[in-house]
């Protein structure tokens, strides 16, 4: 334990002193601090083993420090120390964590003990905590590869490759469910900053009112609501990454107060007077294109810059369409053992049926479909047949209706045709139930069937 750091937190001199002297005798590194504050921004700023705390202090006093510190350094084992003992308040430092409450003048063996038991407690949760991050990374689908094999994915890889061990700041750029949140955690897992916390936060799901708070936390009584100190999403990542994603959406007050933070490696919760040192990697995203938001002053230039040290574009998934195949291969093996089915595979057709799909909604879209062709299609292949079926009837979006018009040279064979594949796709949305797809449509029953009769329309069986 000879290099264990301890810090000792006590506002009476004479005590820390005496704190000091007894663990460096015992070859313990000792740090001190004079008050609450100090305390919490020395465990901001740099990693400790164990804490010895007094309760009463000026301002802020040990159980405030207590509660505070399970949001900043949980694993961190902390003793009470105080001369004005009672059964509640051991009680009360109990249900916030301490690991032990001794009485002042502390009895020096029973001290050490404690210290000791500590220590072990503490090197026994950070094993822990390391084993369960090794389990949660190993395990299917909780950090997903990044596949594909065409060249703008293997640029984006060999941009992970060379950005994640140093310290730049990441901009991603792309389409809704182009995988811009799964470069954010390669960049993050391959950094030197993986064993601390990777908080995430979007921006444009957060109202503006709250954002700030959010972000930067707020003091108890900051405004109507506020009841209780609130940690933001900076301190949460300190000492780790806070990727902001859809950061395009955030308000020009908040962009203003993260480019203070970015210059100066600080905030000030909402309400407060302080200035909190933070120590956070930046990793941001956006669908929107920056450059076209300054020009309408939407966003800011200087952010941008700040931001944008390393600029990585994830392209959507029609303008990559040879990934398809690793990417519908690797979700049907990872979603029949999620969903208990047994193992599918797709023909070569219902590959190339895939590939002519516009995917909109990009891999998030590809996703969601192969999970619903392998729970809706027969047997142990997914043909051809079963994607006409049950994604959209000839191929969808406009690369379809373009597939579609090159068929037919006159107009009224091309709308027939247009006309019974929307009665088909609107049928089975509707479960084949006429009278529903009908009214849905905005036609007569009876016209619905004079259409089906025409066109030969009818389910097929299962």
Not at 141 to 167: F, H, M, N, Q
Not at 251 to 263: F, G, N
Not at 277 to 294: G, H, Q, S
Not at 308 to 321: A, F, K, Q, T
């Amino acid at each position: 334990m000879a290099e264990s750091h301890i810090l000792v937190v006590d506002d009476e001199a004479s005590i820390r002193r005496t704190l000091r002297d007894i663990l460096e005798y015992e070859d313990f590194s000792v740090d001190e601090a004079v008050d609450g504050k100090e305390a919490l921004n020395k465990l901001r700023s740099a990693p400790y083993d164990l804490v010895l705390l007094d309760i009463k202090m000026p301002e802020v006093d040990g159980l405030q420090v207590l509660e505070e510190m399970r949001e900043i350094a949980p694993e961190v084992p902390t003793i009470m120390i105080s001369g004005h003992g009672t059964i509640e308040t051991a009680v009360e430092a109990t249900k916030l964590g301490a690991f032990d409450f001794i009485e002042k003048p502390p009895d020096l063996n029973r001290l050490l003990v404690s210290v000791r038991n500590g220590l072990d407690r503490g090197q026994l949760e950070v094993e822990n905590r390391r084993m369960r991050q090794t389990l949660v990374e190993s395990h299917e689908g909780d950090l997903t590869p990044i596949l594909g094999d065409s060249a703008a994915i293997a640029e984006i890889k060999d941009k992970i490759k060379r950005v994640a061990p140093t310290e730049a700041r990441v901009l991603v750029t792309g389409e809704p469910g182009t995988g811009k949140e799964l470069v954010a955690k390669w960049v993050h897992h391959r950094s030197s900053r993986k064993e601390g916390p990777m908080v995430e936060v979007n921006c444009a799901a957060i109202p503006s009112e709250l954002i700030e708070s959010e972000l930067f936390g707020h003091e108890k009584g900051a405004f109507t609501g506020a009841t209780k100190q609130r940690i933001g999403k900076f301190e949460q990542a300190h000492g780790g990454t806070l990727f902001l994603d859809e950061i395009g959406d955030m308000s020009l007050s908040a962009q203003a107060k993260v480019l203070r933070v970015l210059q100066e490696n600080e905030i000030t919760r909402v309400g407060g007077d302080r200035a909190l040192p933070v120590d956070v990697r930046v990793i941001a995203a956006t669908n929107k294109n920056l450059l076209d938001e300054i020009e309408e002053e939407n966003f800011r230039e200087d952010l941008y810059h700040r931001l944008s040290v390393i600029l990585m574009h994830v392209p959507p998934l029609r303008e990559r369409r040879g990934d398809i195949p690793t990417i519908t291969r690797h979700f049907a093996n990872r979603l029949a053992k999620r969903n208990g089915l047994d193992p599918k595979t797709f023909t070569d057709d219902a590959i190339s049926r895939l590939k002519q799909q516009e995917w909109r909604g990009n891999v998030r879209e590809l996703h969601n479909v192969v999970e619903r062709l392998l729970i809706l299609s027969d047997g142990d292949e997914v043909t051809v047949a079963a994607v006409d079926r049950y994604v959209r009837p000839g191929g969808g979006g406009r690369n379809a209706v373009l597939g579609l018009i090159q068929q037919y040279d006159h107009f009224s064979a091309f709308r027939d045709k247009a006309e019974q594949l929307f009665i088909e796709q609107k049928l089975d949305k509707y479960e084949w139930n006429v009278s529903r797809t009908a009214e849905a449509i905005d036609i007569q029953r009876s016209h619905l069937y004079n259409k089906m009769n025409k066109y030969g329309i009818e389910r097929e069986e299962a």
